[in-house]
């Protein structure tokens, strides 16, 4: 079956970029997505990438997308203590109709 | 529009008795889906309905978990009996029938059963 898998916790110091990775099964995968869940909240949506794209860049976020590999990384430049929180990687087949899958999410802490 | 509406935010309650937790989804969505989150097992995905219809409910832990949605504008999650280890959050998300679009979610509901 599908399956999505995030390592769980990251930390890095204020100022320096995260990477945040994630690996994927389904090779049927349309879309995949960045979620962010801050503490006590739901996720929100941050960005997604279709799978006919490598690369996409939105301010401070950069996705990158090995579909061979079934890899899929958000970095974030400049990271601040607002970026704080629980980060979920997750896919989508084509059908409007289909599930979306997502990883344990991981969790990233800042260091002043 | 509001959002995805989920009742109650917070629920309490003692092993063997029913629970039911509530969703609104947002107007004009086609696609409803119920996920729980563990520290243990990250978020899974329970349920999902589209059109009203359940279409894949093969996440439901066991049979003491099930899921309606008897109209576009209202789905049920109710475990009967609630055990201490289904306390998790619970989150409903809902999504539109445009292809790419994304999942839109609640607040959530924090069950604990003690």
């Known amino acids: 079956g599908e399956d999505v898998e995030q390592s769980l916790f990251l930390s890095v110091r204020e100022g320096d970029s995260s990477v945040i990775n994630c690996t994927y099964t389904d090779s049927s995968s349309t879309y995949l997505y960045w979620y962010k869940q801050e503490p006590g909240a739901g996720l929100q949506l941050l960005t997604y990438i279709f799978s006919n794209m490598d690369m996409k860049q939105d301010q401070r976020l950069t996705v990158l997308l090995n579909k061979k590999d079934k890899h899929l990384s958000l970095r974030i430049a400049d990271t601040q203590t607002g970026d704080s929180a629980i980060y979920f990687c997750?896919?989508?087949?084509?059908?409007?109709?289909?599930?979306?899958?997502f990883g344990s999410g991981t969790r990233l802490s800042i260091r002043p | 529009d509001a959002g995805v509406i989920q009742s109650p935010r917070h629920e309490v309650t003692e092993m063997g008795q029913e629970v039911t937790l509530r969703c609104k989804p947002i107007s004009g969505h086609d696609s409803l889906f119920w996920y729980r989150q563990t520290m243990m097992r990250g978020l899974e995905l329970l349920i999902y309905?589209?059109?009203?219809?359940?279409?894949?409910d093969s996440g439901m832990p066991e049979d003491r978990f099930s899921a309606k949605m008897p109209n576009a504008s209202f789905s049920t999650l109710k475990i009967q009996p609630s055990e201490p280890r289904d306390s998790a959050v619970y989150f409903c998300a809902s999504r539109g029938d445009v292809v790419n679009t994304e999942a839109f979610f609640g607040q959530g509901t924090r069950l604990t059963v003690v």
């Open positions: 309905f589209n059109n009203n219809v359940p279409i894949d």
């Open positions: 997750a896919e989508r087949g084509y059908s409007s109709a289909s599930k979306i899958i």
